[in-house]
């Protein structure tokens, strides 16, 4: 009888027991927290430190604490800033939103050429924001503009545009406008497409007209989908630079100047890194707390489809 | 701080250099690099790192740098960004201690004393005054106020002169003559004449100058050197003085009786698109913007266009000067190499090739005053004579300070305020309340 000198054959072919390679999978997620890390947080944290100081571009750096945030109170330029993006903001979503809605409502109809007319509506979309201010500042010259020549054709006469104080925002939400309905409707056309067609079948046999269909059927239905609309543009809106800098540099005086034309000012042609970190940390915050609500908002409008009470 | 009040010159000066000037045209023009005893190859295989503003300026230096390069054997790489982006990729990078590059271009009158403060440029005086780099007497042929401009206060060259732009008034002889009117020799008459050219009904009008916030305050402050008054002067901000004030109410008169609807938002461009459509009667803006006016393709006012001084003001007959130098960065390790770079770059060639294409006025008084550097200009000789003229009674447009943005933001809102009515003595009181702790915290910085 031969002696067995290993337990079991099983145990000889397993690895010694305190040395068994555990699958780990730590390593994967270095690239992309190096990534979040280096070009997220650090700038984030790095920021609010700067807003603690007195720093101009070539002279000593101070920790001031808040000192900076309790200059911002007092700022009347940084107010008026805040008042002309909130003004901006709101114009910048509804005109789009109305003008998306009824544009995929007319696109999701069955028109002759829709594939064709509806790749030319979203053309503005792909354009350069700098390219579209450019033509949009030569149009609205109020000697020179093609705006002012249009009008005249149908006996209105001449606005100043962007080249007023009074009128600088509603023009310059035009030009929002222009480039940013065509995404609403898209997502809205993508809404409509979604929606199921007995409601509206029942809605024919109890006599609704189009209108009422419209108003108790369609719109409540695509309330979701607006409201993933309204969160973009309001997003995008707020953080609006490049159209206004290139048509009106905030002008005229700083009639259109929002607080992100303001904070890069501040920043980046007086130098100020400090005071611009504070603007921008207040920046932040706000637009961090209207996007939780309208977060907020849009799952109140999801629709329940599993809530059968 | 830089006083203004240094860059006006005495009749002595503007004589001399004009003696100056002749002599050195009748023994024509040395090209450039044959005549010295500079070992221009000392240098070859260097390669320099090159920053301009893209600007007509820039864009001369650029297409002859090949000259440079087989002159010197140095390799130049050079880099043209937009006036704006270029101040602030240059402070940036100045800043951090190692900058990309080993020359600079810079507008004097924004940026000459943050670079002094910073400790930004090399000191140019000792490569100057260095036999073997430089001829003797080299910066002799400059104009004091671009001599004014390179020295800091400590007397170190910093960016050598590069060019001047002096504001002068563009006006339309074809509209003048219409209305039996000639060129005003004062601030008045400039009034008188503004208010009887313009017309609504025919979308004509009398004057037209910058009224976009920032744009606007050099407007102003050149009307307020008629006064007599610089800006700041002494220390002390002048901008709620009676001058300065009457100033701004002649500014307010012309821009709301006279300028076209919407100029609250125009800059240089917008207001020389108007004039380029003859129907504004003068134009107020500096000299280097007048190449389209005498191009067929884009103007319809060739050879209609008068180039006039400054009118006279109520005290004194000023032209506003404005100007660029060129560099060398003191973290710079071919600071020789850079320095010839930068000797090529104001050299009176170049400075002929400046004036000749209308892309800029050199500082050198011996290139205005060369006839037959005057026979190859495009522009009318009438252009030439407003420059040479106006190099006459030239004095700084802006203060040299280093919050020079904030004063123009900050007085430009007021100015724009002016042209929706509001009262020039409490906007100017406001404005200079609110940049004055901005500029005593500068001072002390």
């Known amino acids: 009888m031969s002696t067995l000198t290993s337990s079991s054959p099983a145990a000889a072919a397993s690895p010694k027991k305190g040395k068994r390679l555990r699958p780990s999978y730590w390593p994967f997620i270095i690239p992309a927290l190096v990534v979040v890390v280096g070009v997220i947080l650090f700038p984030w944290a790095f920021t609010l430190w700067m807003s603690a100081n007195e720093w101009r571009v070539g002279e000593e750096q101070q920790f001031v604490g808040l000192a900076n945030y309790a200059r911002l109170m007092s700022d009347t330029r940084f107010w008026e800033s805040m008042g002309h993006m909130a003004v901006y903001t709101v114009l910048s979503v509804v005109g789009p939103l109305i003008f998306g809605t009824a544009a995929a409502l007319a696109f999701n109809s069955k028109l002759p050429a829709r594939g064709l007319l509806r790749g030319i509506f979203v053309m503005p979309m792909m354009a350069t924001p700098v390219a579209i201010a450019l033509v949009w500042t030569m149009m609205f010259h109020p000697q020179l503009g093609v705006l002012n020549y249009l009008l005249s054709l149908v006996g209105i006469g001449p606005s100043e545009w962007v080249f007023n104080p009074r009128t600088v925002i509603p023009s310059l939400v035009l030009v929002e406008t222009w480039q940013w309905t065509p995404l609403v409707m898209l997502i809205v056309l993508g809404g409509l497409a979604a929606l199921p067609t007995e409601p509206y079948e029942s809605a024919q046999i109890d006599g609704a007209n189009s209108w009422q269909r419209f108003r108790y059927i369609t719109l409540p239905m695509i309330g979701p989908f607006l409201m993933v609309a309204v969160i973009i543009r309001t997003i995008d809106a707020l953080k609006s630079f490049d159209i206004i800098y290139a048509i009106t540099q905030g002008g005229p005086g700083t009639a259109s100047e929002t607080v992100n034309l303001y904070l890069y000012s501040v920043a980046f042609t007086y130098y100020d890194i400090g005071y611009g970190s504070a603007i921008a940390v207040v920046f932040f915050v706000i637009i961090v707390a209207l996007s939780l609500i309208l977060l907020y908002l849009r799952q109140r409008s999801a629709w329940n489809a599993g809530d059968t009470r | ?445």
């Open chain 2, 1 to 445: 701080m830089f006083t203004s009040d240094k860059l006006r010159l005495s009749r002595r000066q503007v004589l001399a250099s004009g003696a100056a000037a002749s002599a050195m045209s009748l023994a024509g023009f040395p090209a450039f690099g044959q005549s010295s005893q500079i070992n221009w190859k000392k240098y070859a295989g260097t390669k320099l790192e090159v920053n301009l503003i893209k600007s007509p300026r820039g864009e001369t230096l650029t297409k002859y740098q090949k000259e440079f390069e087989e002159l010197t054997g140095i390799t130049v790489v050079s880099e043209q960004t937009p006036e704006q982006q270029q101040r602030q990729k240059a402070v940036i990078e100045l800043t951090s201690g190692r900058p990309s590059f080993d020359v600079v271009h810079i507008s004097y009158h924004v940026q000459k004393r943050q670079f002094e403060k910073g400790k930004w440029f090399a000191d140019l005086t000792p490569f100057v005054n260095d036999p073997t780099l430089t001829d003797a007497g080299y910066l002799s042929d400059f104009a004091e106020a671009g001599l004014a401009f390179a020295k800091s206060p400590e007397g170190a060259i910093g960016a050598l002169p590069f060019s001047v732009d002096y504001w002068i008034v563009y006006w339309n002889k074809e509209l003048f003559a219409k209305k039996g009117l000639s060129y005003p020799t004062t601030f008045e008459e400039m009034v008188k004449a503004a208010v009887a050219l313009t017309d609504p009904a025919t979308q004509t009008y009398g004057f037209v100058a910058r009224g976009q916030k920032n744009a606007n305050t050099p407007v102003w402050t050149s009307l307020m050197l008629g006064y007599d008054k610089y800006a700041i002067s002494g220390g002390e901000l002048q901008t709620d003085t009676p001058e300065a004030i009457e100033a701004a109410k002649l500014y307010q008169t012309l821009m709301t009786k006279a300028a076209p609807p919407g100029v609250a938002g125009f800059n240089w461009a917008e207001c020389q698109s108007a004039f380029l459509q003859g129907k504004i009667g003068m134009w107020f803006d500096g000299v280097g913007f007048a190449p389209p006016l005498e191009d067929p393709e884009k103007s319809r006012v060739v050879g209609k266009v008068g180039y006039g001084i400054m009118p006279k003001g109520p005290k004194a007959q000023a032209a506003a000067t404005t100007g660029d130098g060129i560099g060398v960065t003191a973290a710079s390790k071919n600071k020789e190499a850079a320095y010839l770079y930068c000797q090529w770059a104001t050299n009176k060639l170049m400075g002929a090739r400046l004036l000749q294409a209308g892309a800029g006025v050199p500082f050198r008084n011996s290139v205005l005053a060369d006839a037959e550097v005057r026979k190859g200009v495009k522009m009318p000789p009438e252009w030439v004579d407003a420059v040479a003229g106006s190099a006459k009674i030239s004095r700084l447009t802006l203060p040299v300070i280093i919050p020079v943005t904030e004063f123009r933001d900050t007085l430009g809102v007021a100015l724009t305020n002016l042209l929706s009515g509001g009262d020039a003595a409490t906007e100017l009181k406001r404005a200079t309340a609110e940049f004055k702790p901005i500029l005593e915290r500068s001072e002390k910085a």
